[in-house]
């Protein structure tokens, strides 16, 4: 079967920098997706991987590791409106997106 | 302004009635897809359609009917056959280039409650 692996919950503090792992096994890989949903919206688009490697927008870094099926986000400088849940998901072999089930992310002052 | 919009925002039903939520987007994209929210939950696809007149069965299908008649429309009726049809609903559209890497831009959702 297909899977996707997001710790369910996490806390940290405002200013500080956290990374939120994604592990997955899938039939198959053509990207990763990180996406942000505050509570009782819509995602929004964070950013994409396909090859191996860190991307860097802003804030928000990316990183994957196609061999060890291993993503993670990396959060720096948090405020608090970064409170809120981080979905990871991936594209199968028959380019069908496979959504984790969230991380929720917790900004304490 | 370019987007995607659902209506509406929270929507109450009797059990056994069928109900039709609204997506429409003027973002001129071809694909468009159907999500279950549920807590704890990863989004589960319901629906999707790659182009008009045209749509596909996603993992819970069941108990669900779409149309796509238009390019800018995507309605989901949710039918007395859901056994279980309380839920946030999303759409979403993409470009539909069929390679993956297609960002998906999602309406602000409809919390249905079927009593």
């Known amino acids: 079967g297909q899977n996707i692996d997001q710790p369910t919950e996490m806390t940290a503090t405002e200013g500080a920098i956290v990374q939120i792992n994604c592990t997955y096994q899938?039939?198959?890989?053509?990207?990763l997706f990180w996406y942000q949903q505050h509570a009782g919206e819509a995602p929004t688009f964070l950013s994409y991987?396909?090859l191996d490697g860190l991307e860097e927008k802003g804030r928000f870094s990316s990183f994957l590791s196609r061999s060890k099926g291993y993503s993670y986000l990396l959060l720096k400088e948090l405020q608090m409106k970064d409170s809120a849940s981080y979905l990871c998901?991936?594209?199968?072999?028959?380019?069908?997106?496979?959504w984790g089930a969230g991380t929720k992310l917790i900004i304490k002052p | 302004d370019g987007g995607i919009t659902q209506s509406p925002k929270y929507l109450f039903r009797k059990e056994g009635q069928n109900v039709t939520l609204s997506c429409e987007q003027n973002?001129?994209?071809?694909?468009m897809y159907w999500y279950r929210q549920d807590p704890g939950q990863g989004l589960r696809l319901i629906y999707y359609?790659?182009?008009?007149?045209?749509?596909q069965k996603g993992d819970i299908a069941e108990g669900y009917s779409v149309s796509r008649e238009k390019k800018e429309s995507f309605p989901l009726t949710v039918t007395s056959a859901q056994k279980n049809p309380t839920a946030f609903y999303l759409c979403?559209?993409?470009?539909?280039?069929?390679?993956?890497?297609?960002?998906?831009?999602f309406g602000p959702g409809t919390r249905l409650t079927v009593t």
């Open positions: 979403a559209s993409s470009i539909g280039s069929g390679t993956g890497s297609d960002e998906q831009y």
């Open positions: 899938t039939s198959g890989f053509n990207g």
């Open positions: 973002l001129n994209h071809d694909a």
């Open positions: 359609s790659q182009i008009v007149n045209d749509f």
């Open positions: 991987n396909v």
């Open positions: 998901a991936v594209v199968d072999s028959n380019y069908q997106l496979i």
